[in-house]
Nanobody, 121 residues
Framework: QVQLVESGGGLVQAGDSLRLSCATS????????MGWFRQAPGKEREFVAA????????YYSASVKGRFSISRDNAKNTVYLQMNSLKPEDTAIYAC??????????????WGQGTQVTVSS
């Protein structure tokens, strides 16, 4: 059984930082590219960042590039999202996703439940 469990969300002020974690189990983590998505109230789910199996390639949406950083630890079966210079518009539920294969193609196979991030102005 595949499990993706996010943690690290919370309520912060604009300009603060947070680091999200997504711990996985049930699959060979290094066989999967990983991604982060977010969904704000009343909006569609939005791609945030992704990383290939080795961590050697990363991808970001224009809205977070330069502020967020995705990384992974294959020994811990965990992917991270470091979020700096947070803005109120970053408020959303953040969920991680797994996609089988070495590189990210935008078609996840598994999803986590998500963690709430709220940024106050």
């Amino acid at each position: 059984q595949v499990q993706l469990v996010e943690s690290g969300g919370g309520l912060v002020q604009a300009g603060d930082s947070l680091r999200l974690s997504c711990a996985t189990s049930g699959r060979t983590f290094s066989s999967y590219a990983m991604g982060w998505f977010r969904q704000a109230p009343g909006k569609e789910r939005e791609f945030v960042a992704a990383i290939n199996w080795s961590g050697g390639s990363t991808y970001y949406s224009a809205s977070v590039k330069g502020r967020f950083s995705i990384s992974r630890d294959n020994a811990k079966n965990t992917v991270y999202l470091q979020m700096n210079s947070l803005k109120p518009e970053d408020t959303a539920i953040y969920a991680c996703a797994m996609e089988y294969g070495s590189s990210w193609k935008g078609r996840p196979d598994y999803w986590g439940q998500g963690t709430q991030v709220t940024v106050s102005s």
